[in-house]
C-alpha cells in the first residue's frame, strides 16, 4: 500500500480519525535525550540523567512510527522491513527539544520521543527490565488469605478494575464478592476480562450443576480432582468464569492448586522429571461420539524463552493413552507422579467454600480447580464460561498504560503451548 495512493489514504483517514496519532512516544515522564551520535551502524543516545541507549540504524527506521511510516497503533503501516536497505543509515542524529531527531538518507526524517527510546531500548538492562515479571506462587495457605476484589471496586474502570486485573495475573486467581446471585451476572463478570468464548464442550455459559442424564463428570455430585479445563482443546479456555448462584453447607468446596508452583517444586526436587514434562508430549483427548473428537499433543509443562514456566496443561481423566519412544513409558509415569501427587498434596491444595453471589475468575494455564463431593440433590449451582487470556491480558496493558505505566510493557505468560 502506498502513501499516494488515494482510495487506500481514504480509508486511512477513516480509521486514523478513531486512533489519535501518538507517534513514537508514550506520554511518560523520562529523562530527555540531551546527545545523540552515530557510531558504525548504531545511534547512541545519552539522557539527562547521563544513562545511555544504543539502536541500530535498521531498528530506528523500521520503529518509525512517523505519520507518513504508520504504526501498529491502528495496524495502517507503510514502512516495512524491505521498505529500506540493509545500509540505511542518517546523514544526522540530533537532541531536539528532548527528543531525538534522525534524518534519514532515504530523505526520510524521524522523532523518537526519549519516554519511548527508553522503554523499548534492547540492552541487558532493558530486556531484562521487561522479562521481570513473576507470578506470586502459592499453596494451601491461600485459603486463609484468598485474594479478593469486590464487584463494586471491579468495574470502577479504574484503580479497583487495576487491583482485580493484577491480582489476577499475580496469583492466577481471585474471587470477586457481592457479584449477585442474578444470571446475568456471569457475563458482565466476563466480559470485564473480554468476550466469551464459545466451545463445543461448554457452550456460551455453562450451568455446573447436578443433572439426572449428565453428559459430563461435572454435571453430577461426584469429587473432580484438580484439572485444566479443555485439556485437549489447540487453545483451551484462558481465564475460567466461575459464578456462584447457589451452595450447599455440605460437600462441594472448591480446591484450587498453583500449577506453577507445583513445577517449581518439581524443578527443584526432581529436575530429570521437570526435564520429561516439560520436553515429551502427553496426549489429552475429549471424544463425544458422533459429534467430536478433540486432541492435543503438548507437554505438560510448557517453558518461555527464559526457561520460567510459561503454562500448565494436565486433566488425568482425559489423558489420552501415552504415545512415546518405548524407553520414555515408564519414566514419563514416574514424572506425571509427581506432578499428580503434589496436585493433591493437601499442602498444595487450597480448599474454601464459594459463597453464592461471589465470582472466580481462574487463569486456566496456571490454577487447577476441583471440588469435593456433594449431594446432588442439594441444588448446587455454579455457571461458568471462559474468556481467552490474550483479550485480558490486552486489557490488563491498556489500564496499566493509563494507571501504572511503567509495568503495560512487561512480558507475561503466553500460556501453554499451542
Ligand atoms: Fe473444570
Redesign the pocket.
Known sequence: MAPDDTDAHGRAEAITAHNPFSGNRLGFDAPSVVDARVEGRTVIVTYADSTRNTFHHQWLRHSCYSEVSGSPADGIRFTTAISFDSDIAPTSVAALDGDLAIVWNDGHTSLFGSDWLRHHAYDTAGRARRASWRPTTWRAELADHFPTVSWENACDGGEGQLRLYRTLLDYGIVCVSGLGTEPEQTEALANLLGPIHETTVYGYIYDVRAEPVAKLG?KTGMP?AP?I?DAFAYSPPGI?VFHCLHNTDIGGMSTYVDGFAIAESIRAEAPEAHELLTTVPIQHIRRHPDEIDLRFRGPLISLDEWGNTRGIRYFDRAMAPLDVDPDLVEPMYDAIREYNRRMVDPAFVAEIRVSPGDGMLIDNHRVM?GRTAFDPSSGRHIR?CHVPRDEFHGRWRELARRLAPADHDLHLPQGSLT
Do not use: S, V
Request: aromatic letters at 0%.
Open positions: 461435572a473432580q484439572h479445563d475460567d480447580h461458568l
